[in-house]
Structures are given as C-alpha cells and as structure tokens.
C-alpha cells in the first residue's frame, strides 16, 4: 500500500526553496532513472545535469512553461536515441517518472518539462546543453526543495475503465 500512497503524492512542484540538492541526492535520482524499463533492455538514454544558474537561466528560456528551470537547484535534461530504439520515447519517459518519483521520496519536488516533440524546443536545448545531433531531448525535469505544497489525490476515473472488452459508457 506504500507504494500507491507514494506515487500518489507525486505532484508537479514548481517552486522551490533554494536549498542545494547534494551530489548524492542526484546520484540517486539518476539511479532511479536508469531502473525504468526498456525495450530489449537498449536504456536509449543520456542525462544531461545542470547546476550551473546561467545555463539554468537559458534553458527557463525555452518557452513559456519552462521557467521554474532558472529556480530549481538542478535541472536533468533526460535524452533519447531513437537510432538505439524505436521506443525511445517510452523507455525515457519512464525513466523520468522514476526520477520524479523518487524526487518525492527524497522531500524533493519536481516538474516534468515539455520539449520533444517542438522542434523548436529541441533545438533550444541541444544548442544550450551541446547536445549531438542524433540524440534528442524529450523534457527538462527542474528539481528542488518544495516551496509550495500540493496534497497527494488520486485522479481514479471509473470511466476509463473496462473489463474484458470496451463498453460503450
Ligand atoms: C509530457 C508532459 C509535458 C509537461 N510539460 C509541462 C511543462 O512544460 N510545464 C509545466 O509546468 N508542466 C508540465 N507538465 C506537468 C503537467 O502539467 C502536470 O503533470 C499536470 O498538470 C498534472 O499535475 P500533477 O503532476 O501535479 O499531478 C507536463 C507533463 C507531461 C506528462
């Protein structure tokens, strides 16, 4: 039971204290991220962690939902291949859950940040982050001690379900 309790409590938190996140609180955000499945186990993925305020400052920049990027402590850029696997997307998105959960479970909080699909996001962040041609970014994950606080819910919608075959609702 734990657990649900735990991945309900996750929300997205978007301002922040300004307390450091230690190396080793990164370390096992990252340990956490690279424990998500992946298809034929490729782990098509790369994380790119920006402390530094200026680099921070530029990717808040990026469009106009990412700006709690230049208050978090620390911002993972998390990274794809899809030359290394079709199901890329996938396997990094749920290497960032596991990173935004695990942030909870830590006292921290964290956002999920769009960038893949907009090309123009993408392009943001890999001029910023020198990231290679061939990888690409799928989102930004600002991460920091909470300063707001958000109640753990669940969203259970009965509706979304169906058993055995799909009703008509
Ligand atoms: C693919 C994806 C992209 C998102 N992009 C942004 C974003 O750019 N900026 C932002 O503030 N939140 C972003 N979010 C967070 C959602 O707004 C948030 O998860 C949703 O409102 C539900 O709130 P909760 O996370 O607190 O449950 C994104 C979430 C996902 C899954």
Redo the contacts with the bound molecule.
Sequence with gaps: MEIIQHIEA???I?AYTGQPVTEEQVRLLLEAAMSAPSAHDTRPWAFVVVCDPEQRRRLAET?R??A?AAKASVVFAVVGNPAMSEHWVEDCSAATENILLAATGLGLGG????IYPVEAREETVRRTLKIPQGWRPL?LVPVGYPAEE?PPRTRYEEEKVHHEIWHKK
Aim: with cysteine; net charge positive.
């Design positions: 996750r929300r997205s978007r469009h939902w990412s709690m956002v999920w940040v769009g989102c958000k």
